[in-house]
């Protein structure tokens, strides 16, 4: 299967039935086979873009967590990445279908949405690096898995663009290098056998529930 490091590859199994829900959610089938409404697609997107201002933030986070110069130099490209690249995709998307940029950032925020993200931001203010990046790695490496299977498995054109962002070298590139940051930020703080560290059940469970505020995301995309 992917190759996201040994971390994610251990947590993703101890949150099987979530990671399940996340990646084969009914959202994301019906982009599979282009029967997903361009209605839910579109508050989708919008809800996604103010999403990302807050992920923005806590990749920011990540930087103020780093503890050497190769973590910093991950998190900040991926700070980058987010705002220079993902953020201008969804604006692209928008303004295409007649959402200005202006309506966009004016959004109003969902409770799905809010609960996800500020999840993912206390886990960081209140914890190290590792409690950070277990609740944002769900959300990098699900899109990276839905991205390499939707790519090729779709039956339709629809959403291409979508799949084609999330299945690229440049993004699976991205999952790699975050699977490596987590694997080696836990060896440096835990050690090389850091499943076997008192604080891993707890780094499960971060991520088991930032994949299960996932689903309820995709979820929330199917009730505009
Ligand atoms: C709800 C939701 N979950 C995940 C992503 C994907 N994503 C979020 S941040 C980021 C860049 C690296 O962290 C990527 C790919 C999304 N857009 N929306």
Same mark, same amino acid.
């Not at 993703?12 to 959202?27: K, L, M, S, V």
């Not at 990276?144 to 779709?154: D, H, K, V």
């Not at 039956?155 to 987590?182: H, M, P």
């Given at each position: ?33 282009? @029967?997903?409404? $361009? %209605?839910?697609? /579109?508050? *989708?997107? !919008? ?20 503890e050497?110069?190769?973590e ?34 004016? @959004?109003?925020? $969902? %409770?799905?949405? /809010?609960? *996800?993200? !500020? ?9 190290d690096l590792l409690d ?52 080696q930020a836990l060896t440096r703080r835990i050690g090389?056998?850091f499943?076997?560290s008192?604080r ?25």
């Open positions: 299967m992917s190759n996201y490091g040994k971390a994610f590859a251990l947590m993703r199994d101890a949150a099987q039935g979530p990671w399940r829900d996340y990646t084969r959610h009914t959202f994301v089938e019906g982009m599979k086979d282009g @029967t997903l409404p $361009r %209605a839910a697609f /579109l508050h *989708y997107l !919008r809800q996604d873009y103010v999403f990302l201002i807050h992920f923005s933030r806590a990749w920011a986070l990540a930087v103020v967590k780093s050497t110069h190769s910093m130099l991950t998190a900040v490209a991926t700070v980058n990445a987010l705002v220079a690249e993902e953020m201008q995709l969804h604006i692209g998307i928008c303004e295409a279908a007649g959402i200005s940029h202006e309506e966009l950032f004016a @959004t109003p925020e $969902r %409770a799905e949405n /809010l609960a *996800y993200t !500020r999840f993912v931001l206390e886990a960081g203010y209140s914890g950070l990046l277990a609740a944002l790695t769900p959300c990098v490496m699900g899109y990276g898995e839905i991205g390499t299977r939707l790519a090729s498995e779709a039956t339709s054109e629809v959403y291409r663009d979508w799949i084609n962002t999330y299945a690229s070298d440049d993004y699976q590139g991205a999952c790699k290098a975050v699977g490596e940051l987590f694997d090389e056998d499943a076997a008192p891993w059940d707890r780094l499960c469970q971060t991520f088991r529930t930032a994949t299960e505020l996932e689903v309820n995301f995709w979820q929330m995309g199917l009730t505009p």
